[in-house]
Structure formats: structure tokens, C-alpha cells
């Protein structure tokens, strides 16, 4: 009977999830920073609810980005761990 102690799992570790999570944060956030600068400057008056969207489109596509890479670097990191098993 195998040891299940031993077994491989595709669960990333808690460590390498947290931080994928928070590497998600900081990309959004940046996304945002981006799309409220990119606003304002093309902006002459008070353009809040353009800024605002601008800034929601970027934060979007830069945490839907971010996740993408952090998704791959996951997967690849289960890989790599199975192959460099020694069992």
C-alpha cells in the first residue's frame, strides 16, 4: 500500500498560493494606478467617472494578467517538483 505522506499533489503549497495571490494584488493595482494616470492627463476638467472607469478597465486587465502568469508559474512549479521527485 503507498504511503500517502509520500504522494504527489498538484496543490501548490500555501506559500507559493500566497503569494501568487498577493503578486495579483500588486498587479492590479498597478493596472489601476496606470489607467487613472492614463485618464487624467488626456482629462482639461474634473473627470471623475472617466478616471474611475479607466482605472476599473486597468485594474481588470492588469489582476486578469497577473493571474494568467501566476497560473502558469503554478503549473510548471507542480511539474518541475514531479519530475525532480527522486521516487
Known amino acids: 500500500m503507498p504511503d500517502s505522506s ?5 496543490l501548490p503549497s500555501v506559500t507559493a498560493r500566497v503569494i501568487a495571490f498577493c503578486s ?5 493595482l498597478a ?17 471623475v467617472v472617466q478616471s474611475g472607469t479607466g482605472m476599473l478597465i486597468c485594474s481588470v486587465i492588469g489582476a486578469g494578467g497577473t493571474a494568467i502568469i ?16 527522486p521516487s
Not at 31 to 47: E, H, K, P, V
Not at 80 to 85: M, N, P, Q
Open 31 to 47: 493596472g489601476g494606478l496606470i489607467g487613472y494616470g492614463l485618464i487624467d492627463t488626456q482629462c482639461d476638467s474634473r473627470c
Open 70 to 85: 501566476a497560473v502558469l508559474v503554478l503549473r510548471a512549479h507542480g511539474e518541475w517538483r514531479e519530475v525532480s521527485d
Open 6 to 10: 509520500t504522494s504527489l499533489s498538484a
Open 24 to 28: 495579483i494584488l500588486v498587479g492590479g
